[in-house]
């Protein structure tokens, strides 16, 4: 595990960039942490670095958007979901076959997205600043996050 300090939505943007250069095709990424922590402001950095062009939103209201960059995006929010049946029946992962599956609140069912995954934890300080904690499950415990923290 390790963490960063990210002062600003422009620091947290750009770890998430660095860290979109250690992403894989199918990989799955978690991200935690309350209301208004950053999550989406995360998943925008991992689009730019994935070149995607357009601009990333909140899924809230439609649980999915899938963006197209140097490998698909699919970023998914579970804030509505009210039973993991019906996460199950969303069926993320088939969505997501090649790309990169980011879950907003996805930690809540954590074991539905098998043994590799990278738990993203954002939490709040006193001020603008977020500790971005970088859990590696699986095959993720082999990747250099070290690399991406600096
Ligand atoms: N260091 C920081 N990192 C990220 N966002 C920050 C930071 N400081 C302030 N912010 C602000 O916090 C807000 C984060 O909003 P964002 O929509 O990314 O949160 P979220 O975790 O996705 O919330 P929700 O749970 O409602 O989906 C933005 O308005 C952003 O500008
Ligand atoms: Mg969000």
Redesign the pocket.
Known sequence: MIEVG????D??RALARRLASLVRPDDVLLLK??????????TGGLAEGLGVQEQVT?P?FVLTRRYDGFMPLVHA?L?RIGSSAEIEDLDLLGEAVGGLLVV?WGDVVENQFGADHLVVD?IPDDD???HIRLIPHGTWCDRPLNEVSV
Not at 6 to 9: A, M, Q, V
Not at 35 to 42: M, N, Q, R, Y
């Open positions: 990210c002062p600003s939505p620091d947290t942490g309350p209301l208004g922590a950053g999550k989406t402001v995360f909140s809230t929010d804030y907003e954002i603008e600043t977020r």
